[in-house]
């Protein structure tokens, strides 16, 4: 048997791996190695979660086994709304669906308010997927900054 998994390294897209099924933490870092400069230093984050995983956990038998590794224990995040400024930091693995959840509770909007508002990179016009990594934005050292704005609707 093997263990199927799919990992980003900061941001680069996200790659399906087949390991072995006994496969740890350091059993992925050790497969990429000479993939990016320093990924023996990078800390594995699975998606979604707040802490980098040990070394000697295994990756079988996890649910929803999307992993991300990236140089930052967090990423400072910024979100601008209107005048104000709300800051946290999450880990790498974060999606993006997860802090414009965050974003809007903290911006006081209810949910049908919620739906129409997306995160869109501080200064652009980027409005990364729901599903991406934190990780996987291109950050200022190991912080970014977001504006909370409408969804552009498409009449047609």
Not at 2 to 15: R, V
Not at 135 to 151: N, W, Y
Request: charged share 25%.
């Amino acid at each position: 048997m093997s263990t199927i998994i799919f990992a980003a390294i900061e941001g680069e897209p996200l790659e399906r791996f087949e390991l072995a099924e006994a496969a740890l933490v350091k059993t992925l870092i050790a497969s990429l190695d000479g993939r990016h400069p320093n990924i023996a230093e990078m800390l594995v984050f699975k998606e979604d979660e707040d802490e980098p995983m040990a070394q000697d956990r295994p990756l079988h038998g996890l649910d929803n086994p999307i992993f991300h590794l990236h140089r930052c224990r967090q990423i400072k995040v910024a979100v601008n709304y209107k005048a104000d400024t709300f800051n946290h930091k999450f880990a790498p693995a974060t999606t993006i669906r997860r802090v414009t959840k965050w974003a809007t509770k903290k911006a006081g909007l209810d949910e049908a308010e919620a739906q129409e508002h997306v995160l869109q990179i501080s200064g652009t016009h980027i409005q990364p997927p729901q599903n991406a990594h934190l990780g996987s934005l291109k950050t200022d050292g190991c912080a970014i900054e977001f504006d909370l704005v409408r969804k552009q609707l498409v009449q047609g």
